[in-house]
């Protein structure tokens, strides 16, 4: 079972960056499919970017342009850089793994990292 640490979360000023990790352990991401997620305030959970075992990506059209994904193997960590800000940015960023074994879906969560972006 993979356990997920996210950081890099923080205040940052509309059209300012930050960079969010996922440190994974206990399991090797590479069998993973590996994606963000946020909340923001009165929202539901919603998927801001993935990617796949074989490094797919996609994301929200709302995030288009501005923020990247990455995986690092070799470091059992997913990133995600979060260019262009904007205040509706502003939300608990998530980390998950989720691994389809025998036809199950196993989903696994990180406790969250809060980013909050200035107008």
């Known amino acids: 079972q993979v356990q997920l640490v996210e950081s890099g979360g923080g205040l940052a000023q509309a059209g300012g960056s930050l960079r969010l990790s996922c440190a994974a352990s206990?399991?090797?991401?590479?069998?993973?499919?590996m994606s963000w997620y946020r909340q923001g305030p009165g929202n539901r959970r919603e998927l801001v970017a993935a990617t796949t075992k074989v490094g797919i990506r996609n994301y929200a059209d709302s995030v288009k342009g501005r923020f990247t994904i990455s995986r690092d193997n070799a470091k059992n960590t997913v990133f995600l850089q979060m260019n262009s800000l904007k205040p509706e940015d502003t939300a608990v960023y998530y980390c998950?793994?989720?691994?389809?074994?025998?036809?199950?879906?196993?989903?696994?969560w990180g406790q969250g990292t809060q980013v909050t972006v200035s107008s």
């Open positions: 206990g399991s090797i991401i590479s069998i993973y499919d």
């Open positions: 998950n793994a989720h691994w389809r074994r025998n036809g199950v879906d196993n989903d696994y």
